[in-house]
């Protein structure tokens, strides 16, 4: 694929975090390849138009473009999801998803006459045409990697069976699906993440069922030890629910205070999903700078240069002024306002989080710096010095918006 414009590149990785996510909880990698070549395709010919509507917005109306000619919205077929549930999960409104459908459909010449966007169609996308790290599964190369991985056809049911348990509000119908799921497959780690979330267990009992999880994402994937693992591997689909597997668990062991074995997992994450689609380096970095491990932290963001999550540019900017690094410190703390200036009031205690986090809707916003402060805030709260600097340097940041 051709390079995209450098002044459309931050607005693209939101969208793309967004399709990703969705994708993964609700469609499948045919889904998710097709949505990112109509996401390249606007970037290259109608970069002028993408720039003014929010990356969530977009989104949305790719998705829901691409699931109409798809019959993504048909009961019968498979996946399947509604359109209003589409549009709740993309956080937009029904008119503002339906308009952006349009849009993309207008722009893009989607349509079912049109092959290159119908799923399995011969004329359909290749994924030479996708870009390399936007690629998460290499279908037809699959079955020729050194490891001739064959797909568990009961996890494959399971699976199904899960997308519908996600779906479900009621924690007792999630548990329900979550067993049904487990009784066809008993390697099907979402099952266990959701039957972890029982409000009866102790911390320990949490524990075991996600390393049950873990263990059962490594089981479906055939590898024993990580190690020896080809790398093939982990860009398939079926990787997905092992990576988050590992991601809970390492939440629960930092709950539980074994933090190192929390950060072990993290690592691990980021080695074998080089894509980070969890956005598991923000919490990562996080850790990092409350352990003290500056080192390590300087590696993870020299590793993420020019990252766009807020949690990765404001740990980046305490780490700075942590290190006396008072200058670039100082400048990374005003990048990191003009990304998202919401963190700054949690930190200086204006603000205080809500019991409940809401979904993040786009990068910049409240809720994107709620799901950052959550994990981050006890890595400012270590010093007095460095919450009275923030505070006077956001005196500065609110003078220079005025002028």
């Known amino acids: 694929m051709q390079n995209l414009p450098n002044s459309i590149i931050g607005k693209y990785e939101e969208i793309v975090e967004k399709i990703k996510s969705f994708s993964k909880e609700h469609l499948n990698v045919e889904y998710e390849n097709i949505c990112i070549k109509a996401l390249q395709d606007l970037c290259l010919n109608h970069e002028e138009v993408l720039k003014k509507g929010k990356s969530l917005s977009w989104a949305a109306g790719i998705v829901h473009a691409i699931g109409t000619v798809n019959n993504l919205f048909d009961i019968k077929e498979e996946p399947y999801i509604k359109a209003l549930n589409l549009y709740k999960e993309f956080g937009v409104s029904s008119s503002t998803g339906s308009m952006k459908s349009k849009e993309v459909r207008t722009l893009l010449n989607?349509?079912?006459?049109?092959?290159?966007?119908?799923?399995?169609?011969?004329?359909?996308?290749?994924?030479?045409?996708?870009?390399?790290?936007?690629?998460?599964?290499?279908?037809?190369?699959?079955?020729?990697?050194?490891?001739?991985?064959?797909?568990?056809?009961?996890?494959?049911?399971?699976?199904?069976?899960?997308?519908?348990?996600?779906?479900?509000?009621?924690?007792?119908?999630?548990?329900?699906?979550?067993?049904?799921?487990?009784?066809?497959?008993?390697?099907?780690?979402?099952?266990?993440?959701?039957?972890?979330?029982?409000?009866?267990?102790?911390?320990?009992?949490?524990?075991?069922l996600l390393e049950k999880a873990v263990s059962a994402g490594q089981n479906i994937l055939a590898i024993d030890d990580l190690k020896n693992a080809s790398n093939e591997i982990f860009k398939r689909k079926e990787a997905q629910p092992f990576f988050g597997a590992k991601y809970t668990l390492a939440l629960q062991l930092w709950k539980m205070n074994e933090r190192e074995a929390a950060i072990n997992n993290a690592f691990q994450i980021l080695q074998y999903n080089e894509k980070d689609n969890l956005m598991v380096r923000g919490i990562l970095a996080s850790w990092l700078l409350i352990e003290k491990r500056y080192e390590d932290a300087e590696t993870l963001f020299k590793k993420y240069n020019n990252d766009y999550l807020a949690a990765m540019i404001y740990s980046n900017a305490l780490l700075l002024y942590k290190t006396e690094r008072i200058k670039e410190a100082e400048d990374m703390l005003r990048r990191s306002y003009k990304k998202n200036p919401f963190v700054i009031q949690y930190i200086i205690k204006q603000k205080k989080l809500p019991k409940i986090l809401p979904n993040i809707s786009r990068f910049g916003s409240d809720a994107e710096a709620m799901h950052y402060i959550k994990y981050g805030l006890e890595a400012w709260n270590d010093s007095n010095d460095t919450i009275n600097w923030v505070k006077e340097m956001n005196i500065n940041f609110e003078i220079e918006k005025v002028h």
């Open 110 to 208: 989607i349509s079912k006459g049109n092959g290159i966007w119908i799923i399995n169609s011969t004329s359909n996308l290749t994924l030479s045409n996708v870009k390399d790290d936007d690629k998460v599964m290499k279908t037809h190369e699959a079955d020729k990697s050194e490891e001739k991985f064959q797909v568990n056809e009961d996890f494959i049911i399971a699976q199904k069976i899960m997308r519908r348990a996600w779906n479900e509000k009621n924690y007792n119908k999630k548990v329900k699906y979550a067993k049904e799921a487990l009784s066809i497959c008993e390697n099907c780690s979402d099952a266990y993440i959701i039957l972890s979330k029982d409000s009866s267990l102790n911390e320990n009992q949490r524990k075991e």
